[in-house]
């Protein structure tokens, strides 16, 4: 059996590596509160967000906690969009898991920075599922780092 990913690198030993998917964890800060605490604009930006990357959405909860913050998730083909608000703090998390070679989760990121009007956010890159491929078996060993990024 061949694998192929789109995600596939050279190691410095000349290794092929591939990887099953991209996480990306991103923290925006000094978020428009208002928005943040709108359950039906952090649900069409999340849905938008997946749009925007290129993915295939299956399906979305989300809910409205008292006395703020939403939570909520889109389930897509390749993976899903998480996010969690604290409009108090005018701060959100989200992770962006995205497999395959169809969206990239960075188009994501930046889409929402803008919609929540983020003043400074930071993401880190995970690679998660790596193959190994000689046995052609994911290894059993932790994601890696791809890259961190703040502004």
């Known amino acids: 059996m061949a694998i ?24 925006f800060f000094e978020c428009d509160p208002n928005i943040l ?15 925007e990357c290129g993915a295939t959405i299956v399906q979305k909860c989300f809910h409205m906690f008292n006395p703020y913050g939403v939570s909520g ?11 969690h608000t604290w409009p108090e703090l005018g ?4 992770d962006l898991f ?3 070679d169809k969206c990239d989760p960075k188009i994501s990121y930046e889409f929402l920075k803008k919609k929540f009007n983020s003043k400074k956010a930071t993401f880190s890159e995970l690679k998660r599922g790596i193959i190994d491929e000689e046995t052609l078996k994911v290894a059993e060993k932790p994601f890696e780092l791809m890259q961190q990024f703040a502004d």
């Open 91 to 94: 701060y959100a998390a989200v």
């Open 37 to 51: 605490n709108s359950i039906d604009k952090v649900e069409k930006y999340m849905v938008d967000a997946a749009l």
């Open 98 to 100: 995205t497999c395959g």
């Open 73 to 83: 998730v889109v389930i897509i083909s390749e993976s899903h969009l998480a996010i």
């Open 4 to 27: 192929t990913s789109p995600f596939t690198t050279f190691q410095e030993s000349g290794k092929k590596e591939i990887h099953l998917g991209q996480h990306v964890l991103a923290e």
